[in-house]
């Protein structure tokens, strides 16, 4: 399949979705919106050329494209998964002819909450008649489900952790070699994290216990974000400020990736000039974070701060002596917890009884107590 059509079959979701919530924007014909249909139908077009249907999948909440698993789409349209999932929707396929009107229609129909106006979603779709959109729904088979609450949606945010430390590997590893990645697969991943931790749902929490040493930079920085999230909600963050954090936090340790691995995974001591290497990691973030194309001012701190320390007994020092950022301090509480809790090549985990003992009674480590001791609340 060449490069063009690659490309459509993953803006096809996007455009699903961008569609959708543009409707809740503009009036019906509004040009936004029929510009952004006229690209769809295009790109489905093009790739039904040749073949006799293309098919979507939703599960667990990931996207899928004839079977192969679409990463960034499955971070980055949470609105569509969701669309789909609240209507028990499996898979949308679309036939060769689909026009336009159907592909509105069959949208303006998928963006309705379940439950609005008494509308059902089956009766809708039969009595539309589409004759080039068919959606297939999930079919509970007695014995093969399960009868614990939620147990659904904690093995979908299983699977979505699992696919990030895919795409942060992925970013990092980009990162190292000096290569551009795309930045709106953080923006996905961020987006997950927010929403998932604004849900309140304590088993989103839990995710943070999935460690593992093979790949414990990736998960150590998704850990980090979703404890630094918490503890923002904790603070009465509103959602725009969760999403600066949650971007900072997930990328604070981006500058390690300049770091030797035979370094960061050394089981003795440092010498001198290998610590001097690790202490330089924060500027090396800010430089990296600093040569994108937008992003927020607290992020760029925190990349920088999370180090230093509240009382600035850490590293690098301070410009003009000032204190951390309340997110770079914040986001120090979230890095010490998640590593001592964590298998290192140079400790093992500490229990989460050890580990909030610990950072209760190491004030000189420079830790916010105040952060401290929110987190073990």
């Known amino acids: ?59 667990d909440g990931q996207i899928f494209f004839e079977e192969e698993i679409l990463i960034e789409e499955s971070f980055s349209c949470i609105e569509l998964t969701s ?37 059902d979603f089956s009766a809708e779709f039969k009595l539309a008649g589409f004759a080039h959109i068919e959606v297939k729904k999930l079919i509970a088979v007695s014995g093969k489900g399960t009868d614990k609450p939620g147990e659904d949606e904690r093995q979908g945010d299983i699977k979505k952790y699992e696919l990030a430390t895919v795409v942060i590997s992925d970013i990092f590893d980009k990162t190292r070699k000096a290569e551009t990645f795309d930045q709106s697969k953080v923006d996905g991943i961020v987006d997950w994290l927010v929403k998932g931790v604004l849900s309140k749902d304590s ?32 603070l009465g963050l509103r959602e725009e400020q969760l999403v600066w954090l949650g971007t900072g936090a997930l990328l604070h340790d981006i500058g390690k990736m300049h770091v030797p691995i035979k370094i960061l995974n050394k089981s003795n001591k440092l010498t001198r000039k290998e610590w001097e290497i690790i202490k ?54 979230a890095d010490v917890y998640d590593g001592l809790t964590s298998e290192r090549a140079y400790h093992t985990p500490f229990s989460l009884a050890e580990a909030q003992n610990y950072m209760l009674n190491e004030v000189e480590k420079g830790l916010d107590q105040t952060m401290v001791k929110l987190l073990v609340d």
């Open 280 to 333: 330089a990691h924060p500027v090396e973030t800010l430089r990296i974070l600093s040569g994108w194309a937008s992003i927020e001012k607290s992020a760029l701190a925190i990349g920088y701060e999370h180090h230093m320390g509240c009382d600035l007994s850490g590293y690098p020092e301070s410009p003009g002596g000032t204190r951390p950022h309340v997110f770079s301090r914040l986001v120090q509480v």
């Open 203 to 234: 088993s989103f929490g839990a995710l943070t216990s999935l460690k593992n040493f093979d790949d414990y930079t990736c998960r150590h920085s998704i850990n980090v974000a979703i404890l630094s999230l918490n503890l923002g909600l904790k």
């Open 1 to 59: 399949m060449s490069l063009g059509l690659l490309n459509k079959e993953k803006k096809i979701p996007a455009l699903l979705m961008t569609i959708g919530k543009n409707m809740g924007l503009y009036p019906d014909g509004h040009p936004e919106i029929a510009s952004l249909v006229d690209e769809l139908h295009e790109d489905i077009s093009s790739l039904l050329s040749g073949r006799e249907r293309l098919t979507y999948s939703f599960r």
């Open 83 to 119: 669309w789909c999932e609240a209507k028990n929707i499996d898979r949308v396929i679309f036939l060769p002819q689909v026009d336009r009107e159907e592909i509105i229609r069959f949208i303006s129909l998928l963006r309705i909450k379940p439950g609005a106006d008494d509308f």
